[in-house]
């Protein structure tokens, strides 16, 4: 006589809220202000996929038009990012703070489930490409290039000292060589005393009136222009004139010391006496011989405002 069949009990079903991916075998760590989509670009270039085709393996409903990654940016709910970082491996609170993030829209902020949202930049504040070195040294080391955004604290430039590379405008698809520009690396806010937001708004606004009227250091700035465009010949073949997406990095160092000296200010309108001794101080910071501003330039309307 045949022993009867014995049957086994279907497996049982992981709830909805586990884990439904595996870990990912590659480590592929951000650089620090990197965007979130560009990470997410570079960590699916690392396993051969797209950013749609990763995001679906990993259960994230999306929502937007995905773009460059200059161009876009990527929010995730807090599940979405949850998942994110068990699939990096990287502990959430170590991403989140390496990845730039800008506030979400409030449907994905609060949304209960895995979402995520690419959402347009405005050029304004389109991040930067990061210099190629850096990235290279980030493992799995390939070429994908990386985009973060520049410091807050500081004119909006991205300057590696150590490779000599620096970028300032989304244009310009990699970074610049700066070799034959020393003085940029030189600039340097002091640790203790990084520019205030207000005198770096204030001074970004006076050298760019500066820049485009051609008044005060127009021949310094002329002719460090002319050694980048010598050492970077692709920016003569640019859609865009180098002239204007170069001018934050050609005016960067004088910004920068600009802001610093506004800092000093007092919290009082200067008197004739006060702004004769600041406008030589300031020549001096700029190594200039004299700076004797028009009566409208915008350096007066600070001088004498607060």
Do not use: K
Request: net charge positive; glycine share 0%; proline share 14%.
């Amino acid at each position: 006589m045949t022993a009867p069949t014995r049957t086994h009990p279907a497996p049982a079903v992981r709830p909805a809220a586990m884990w439904p991916s595996p870990p990912g075998v590659l480590r592929v760590r951000p650089l620090p202000r990197e965007t979130a989509a560009s990470y997410l670009t570079r960590l699916a270039a690392a396993y051969h996929l797209s950013p749609a085709h990763l995001l679906d393996g990993l259960h994230i409903t999306t929502t937007g038009t995905p773009a460059a990654p200059h161009t876009t940016e990527l929010h995730y709910s807090c599940e979405a990012a949850r998942r994110l970082a068990a699939f990096t491996r990287i502990p959430p609170a170590h991403l989140d703070r390496a990845l730039t993030r800008r506030p979400p829209p409030a449907a994905i902020a609060t949304a209960p489930t895995a979402t995520a949202r690419w959402q347009p930049l405005a050029p304004a504040v389109q991040p930067l490409p990061a210099c190629t070195a850096c990235t290279l040294r980030r493992p799995p080391h390939h070429a994908a290039p990386a985009w973060i955004h520049p410091p807050p604290n500081l004119p909006r430039a991205l300057i590696c000292t150590r490779h000599q590379q620096a970028s300032s405008d989304p244009r310009h698809r990699t970074p610049l060589d700066i070799h034959a520009l020393p003085e940029l690396t030189h600039a340097r806010p002091t640790a203790q005393r990084p520019p205030t937001t207000a005198s770096l708004s204030w001074a970004t606004t006076i050298t760019t009136r500066w820049y485009d009227h051609h008044q005060h250091l127009h021949q310094r700035w002329r002719t460090r222009l002319t050694q980048l465009t010598a050492t970077n010949p692709h920016l003569t073949h640019s859609p865009a004139s180098p002239t204007l997406t170069c001018r934050n990095l050609i005016t960067y160092p004088e910004t920068l010391t600009l802001a610093t000296t506004l800092d000093r200010l007092p919290p009082h309108p200067l008197t004739h006496t006060q702004q004769t001794a600041f406008l030589h101080d300031l020549a001096d910071r700029l190594h200039l011989t004299r700076l004797a501003p028009a009566d409208h330039d915008l350096l007066w309307q600070r001088l004498t405002t607060r």
